[in-house]
């Protein structure tokens, strides 16, 4: 009980399964505290069907690749009860890559996380240039070179045909821009090769249907962004 715990120096106990239930053992896992405060309620976890069981190790400060960015890989390493920083970017990128992909059964291999404080402050400006029209939403974006990738993430994207250098490789019928979608499934047709979708957080603006704003939705999930400027890469998923 609590006293016994407390006595004895600690403040939780962790009870491996395993155990002789006869000889008070546990059948399963178990994390136990004695004190209500020590225990937020966050989420309700709906289960049934195919999912991923795995959960990530702290992956440490991450591999520093110039210009302030540093680079973390995180990949599914068996469970843990950690809740840390590592964690919780994979598992949003995960839980965006496979919600929105709609169960179609691609198996996520891993995620990088960028921190990359320069393009972020472009974003943030961004944003209070934009004012009431500044309500982000997550992207994805396919490349078919995989080349391409690390330099997006390092040096944010750039629209082809405006930006100097930046040819337009798979056309501009519905206008010059960033071309993304809100779910996976049309960016990995473009990165079949690849095996990598970037996933961004983006500013609409003043969103229509047309090229006149500064995002538009030609159809589908599609949103294409009229400047840079509006989007921030924050994760590569691997599949």
Known sequence: DREK????????VYAKRGGSMSSGGVQFDEFIVYDMRQALPRYIVHFGGA??????????????????VR??????Q?????LTVEAMHYNQAYAQFTQMLGGQGHTVKAV??????????????????????????????GCPDASVVPKIMTEGFKV????????????????????????????????NVAKCVILARAIKGR?????????????????????????????????
């Open 112 to 141: 990088e996380w960028y921190e990359n404080p320069s393009l972020e402050q472009r974003f943030n400006r961004c944003k209070s240039k934009l004012q009431q029209n500044d309500a982000e939403v997550w992207v994805f974006h």
């Open 5 to 12: 715990v407390r006595a004895a120096g600690f403040d939780s």
């Open 51 to 68: 999912g991923s069981r795995g959960a990530i190790a702290r992956a440490g400060p991450g591999q520093s690749i110039g210009g302030g």
């Open 71 to 76: 680079k973390h890989e995180l990949k599914p």
């Open 160 to 191: 082809a045909g405006v930006d100097d250098g930046v040819p337009i490789r798979n056309g501009a019928a519905y206008g010059n821009g960033v071309y993304t979608a809100t779910g996976p499934d049309t960016p990995m047709q473009y990165a």
């Open 78 to 82: 068996g469970a843990t009860v950690s």
């Open 207 to 239: 969103h229509g249907g047309t090229s006149s704003g500064d995002s538009w939705s030609p159809h589908g999930d599609w949103i294409i962004f009229k400047t840079k400027e509006q989007l921030l890469p924050v994760y590569v998923v691997r599949y």
